[in-house]
């Protein structure tokens, strides 16, 4: 994220933090955080530290600030891009995955930060006198015993671990003396059945006095979240028209796409909200109900959408929002919570919030074992990727229905965020390497220009001598526009080639075993689960002739079939061996008979 201040622009692009001349485009210092920095592109080598997050920066009393991937927050020198201090503020001990993946804010003397970790700490926001970088308070996400909120997790250690990271930079109203937070998911991320409860104050806004840390209120969009659903987006500050008066408000969007808005002094919202029920799950001690904001319509599409117009694999299902990820039903695809990570932006003068995600499926198992959690089932669905798109709407921010909505493929990487402008215009990077100016009340497109790369965050918008200009860095540059600007459009980056139906490593084996063991890939430790329903290896190359054996390492019968019907192992029991013989070179796609989810591939040359 840019940021421009007195004709200069400051930015993050790991390991450095750099800082611009805005007219011109010169470097004036550069702080790298891994291999030394400072004036002029040459200075001492810091303390080691980790990567500046890409959020950007914050500014106060003469000092830049960052947090950094090892949870320390760094003050440099504004004019000269010196260290001045560099604290850490996470817990001890220093476990892996502890870091700050949020810009800070400064306001009212003090810098505050997020701390995140997917290992289960308890989020926390930490206040550190700007000047010194001493801690002024700490506030947690997940309270201890005894702390209001803590009635709503179970009378054991599980609030220790209990999640809620902070992923995302802060809002701040110096005024009103408060600054404001989105938190992140429960952990464990799939699993409800050991912490009982709506567990404050995960995927929560709050507010906090800003000197204090102290909470003055707060809302919970998401209770008992077993669904991995941060609240992934920075809220944003608006005046809105509320009966004839201005009201200084907050507006935050939930991970499945509806907006919340309130009043951001008294945390009242601003439109009425209404309870639904949801899905239950006894086991995962599932919430009762959950909040919608009445009337309103979500960016992202339900089940019943995908059900209806989209091609899903053969031998799933799919599930709605708030259903449980459950042992019993293996082969569910959840729509994804897509609206993510892009910052969003409100404009006064049409009075929507605009707001970019991805709508996409996701396959979500659980293990036996709460604590096992595993992003990569999705890519053993063939094709499920081709369903992907990124979607970016305008939502009305009185009715929070929906204005209008756009799509477009995922290109060579993801979109930016957007920003919205007083001049009626909204710019966005598309992740093919345009960066597009589109009218804010009907989104068409009124002006493009090829950057030749995806964009590394959303677009800033400042004023010199007179001039407005915008800017964007993208992967492989920084790019400043106005009216008349000379610059040529570079050359459109590769268009992505149409995914492939099988992806990963192709692995030369004449012998495949029906189980698999899937490794936990978070950072709670070495965690482990059998998997029946994933062929192993999933891809497989021999030569033509060649006779492939089937082991039943597994627990339940299996039948390895081709999908064209051409072969079939026959039924092999638990421990139990079958063969088939390729004679004839081709690929050919293969599923469990009695698991019709579980797809391999052979290739025969």
């Given at each position: 994220m840019t940021v421009v201040k007195n004709g200069m622009m400051y930015f993050t692009a790991p390991p450095n933090v750099v800082k611009l001349n805005a007219r011109t485009g010169q470097v004036v210092w550069r702080f790298a955080t891994s291999s030394g920095g400072g004036r002029g592109g040459s200075a001492s080598t810091p303390p080691a530290m980790g990567a500046p997050d890409r959020e950007g920066v914050a500014f106060g009393d003469g000092l830049v600030f960052i947090g950094t991937s090892d949870a320390r927050v760094v003050a440099l020198r504004d004019d000269t891009g010196e260290l001045v201090w560099n604290r850490y503020v996470g817990e001890d001990a220093r476990d892996k995955g502890q870091g700050i993946a949020g810009a800070p804010v400064y306001a009212g003397g003090i810098v505050s930060?997020?701390?995140?970790?997917?290992?289960?700490?308890?989020?926390?926001?930490?206040?550190?006198?700007?000047?010194t970088g001493r801690e002024v308070w700490r506030w947690f996400a997940v309270p201890a015993p005894g702390e209001p909120g803590s009635e709503t997790w179970p009378k054991t250690a599980q609030w220790k671990f209990g999640g809620g990271a902070l992923w995302l930079a802060g809002v701040a109203d110096e005024e009103a003396g408060l600054v404001y937070y989105v938190t992140g998911n429960g952990v464990p991320q799939l699993s409800g059945e050991h912490r009982e409860g709506n567990n404050l104050f995960i995927c929560s806004i709050v507010a906090l006095d800003m000197k204090t840390g102290k909470l003055?209120?707060?809302?919970?969009?998401?209770?008992?979240?077993?669904?991995?659903?941060?609240?992934?987006?920075?809220?944003?500050?608006?005046?809105?028209?509320?009966?004839?008066?201005?009201?200084?408000?907050?507006?935050?969007?939930?991970?499945?796409?509806?907006?919340?808005?309130?009043?951001?002094?008294?945390?009242?919202?601003?439109?009425?909200?209404e309870e639904r029920k949801v899905p239950q799950d006894r086991f995962q001690k599932t919430a009762t109900t959950q909040p919608f904001p009445a009337g309103a319509e979500g960016v992202l599409p339900d089940c019943e959408w995908w059900?209806?117009?989209?091609?899903?694999?053969?031998?799933?299902?799919?599930?709605?929002?708030?259903?449980?990820?459950?042992?019993?039903?293996?082969?569910?695809?959840?729509?994804?919570?897509?609206?993510?990570?892009?910052?969003?932006?409100?404009?006064q003068q049409t009075g929507y919030f605009y707001a970019v995600g991805e709508r996409s499926l996701r396959w979500l198992r659980r293990a036996e074992d709460g604590y096992f959690f595993s992003t990569a089932f999705s890519n053993r669905v063939p094709g499920l990727d081709r369903l992907e798109s990124f979607v970016m709407a305008a939502i009305?921010?009185?009715?929070?229905?929906?204005?209008?909505?756009?799509?477009?493929?995922?290109?060579?990487?993801?979109?930016?965020?957007?920003?919205?402008?007083?001049g009626g215009l909204l710019f966005h990077a598309a992740p093919d390497g345009h960066f597009n100016a589109h009218d804010a009340r009907t989104g068409e497109i009124v002006w493009q220009f090829q950057t030749?790369?995806?964009?590394?965050?959303?677009?800033?918008?400042?004023?010199?001598?007179?001039?407005?200009?915008?800017?964007?860095?993208?992967?492989?540059?920084?790019?400043?526009?106005?009216?008349?600007?000379?610059?040529?459009?570079?050359?459109?980056?590769?268009?992505?080639?149409?995914?492939?139906?099988?992806?990963?490593?192709?692995?030369?084996?004449?012998?495949?075993?029906?189980?698999?063991?899937?490794?936990?890939?978070?950072?709670?430790?070495?965690r482990f689960m059998?998997?029946?329903?994933?062929?192993?290896?999933?891809?497989?190359?021999?030569?033509?002739?060649?006779?492939?054996?089937?082991?039943?390492?597994?627990?339940?019968?299996?039948?390895?079939?081709?999908?064209?019907?051409s072969w079939s192992t026959g039924p092999i029991d638990p421990a139990g061996v079958a063969a088939v013989t390729f004679d004839r070179p081709g690929t050919y796609v293969y599923i469990c008979k009695e698991h019709p989810w579980a797809y391999a591939q052979i290739i025969v040359e």
């Open positions: 930060v997020g701390l995140s970790g997917d290992n289960g700490w308890r989020g926390q926001v930490v206040g550190l006198d700007g000047k003055k209120w707060h809302y919970q969009t998401i209770r008992h979240d077993i669904w991995e659903a941060d609240m992934s987006i920075s809220p944003v500050l608006y005046d809105a028209q509320v009966g004839g008066r201005t009201v200084k408000a907050i507006g935050a969007i939930r991970p499945d796409g509806y907006v919340f808005t309130f009043d951001r002094i008294t945390g009242k919202p601003l439109m009425k909200l059900r209806k117009t989209q091609p899903i694999p053969k031998g799933f299902e799919v599930g709605c929002y708030y259903e449980a990820v459950s042992l019993d039903k293996p082969n569910v695809l959840m729509p994804y919570y897509g609206m993510r990570v892009a910052p969003m932006s409100y404009s009305d921010g009185t009715t929070h229905k929906i204005v209008w909505r756009r799509e477009f493929a995922s290109g060579a990487g993801r979109p930016s965020g957007v920003l919205t402008t007083a030749g790369a995806p964009a590394g965050g959303p677009a800033a918008s400042f004023e010199l001598d007179g001039e407005q200009f915008v800017s964007l860095v993208t992967s492989t540059n920084v790019w400043a526009f106005k009216l008349g600007g000379t610059l040529p459009a570079r050359p459109a980056p590769p268009s992505p080639r149409e995914p492939e139906l099988f992806t990963g490593q192709l692995a030369e084996t004449r012998q495949i075993e029906t189980a698999a063991l899937q490794r936990d890939n978070a950072f709670t430790g070495a059998t998997d029946e329903y994933q062929f192993s290896p999933y891809r497989t190359k021999v030569p033509v002739g060649t006779t492939v054996t089937w082991r039943n390492n597994g627990t339940m019968v299996h039948t390895a079939v081709a999908q064209d019907g």
